[in-house]
């Protein structure tokens, strides 16, 4: 059985048509944003390598949030720029 952990993070996005759109990743996907920032993605680059490359409508920004894997919470908003 998934613990709440499994599925802990949180990620909206607003498009530029003005739709939006959610979904759940798993905790570890925190982790791998802290890793991708660290080797200094940004923007719609960050974006493209922790969720998607095959946008139809384009992001504004995205928002991810969550409880990382250690326990601390972590929120991120993105600009698709």
Same mark, same amino acid.
């Given at each position: 059985?998934?613990?709440?952990?499994?599925? @802990?993070?949180?990620?909206?996005?607003?498009?530029?048509?003005?739709?939006?759109?959610?979904?759940?990743?798993? @905790?570890? @996907?925190?982790?791998?944003?802290?890793?991708?920032? @660290?080797?200094?993605?940004?923007?719609?680059?960050? %974006?493209?390598?922790?969720?998607?490359?095959?946008?139809?409508?384009?992001?504004?920004?995205?928002? %991810?949030?969550?409880?990382?894997?250690?326990?601390?919470? %972590?929120?991120?908003? %993105?600009?698709?720029?």
């Amino acid at each position: 059985m998934p613990s709440e952990h499994d599925e @802990a993070v949180k990620v909206y996005v607003r498009l530029v048509d003005g739709g939006d759109m959610e979904m759940r990743l798993p @905790a570890e @996907a925190l982790q791998r944003l802290e890793r991708l920032e @660290a080797e200094g993605y940004t923007g719609k680059w960050l %974006i493209h390598e922790l969720l998607t490359d095959d946008w139809g409508p384009p992001p504004v920004v995205v928002t %991810i949030s969550g409880t990382h894997p250690d326990g601390r919470w %972590i929120e991120r908003k %993105i600009p698709y720029d």
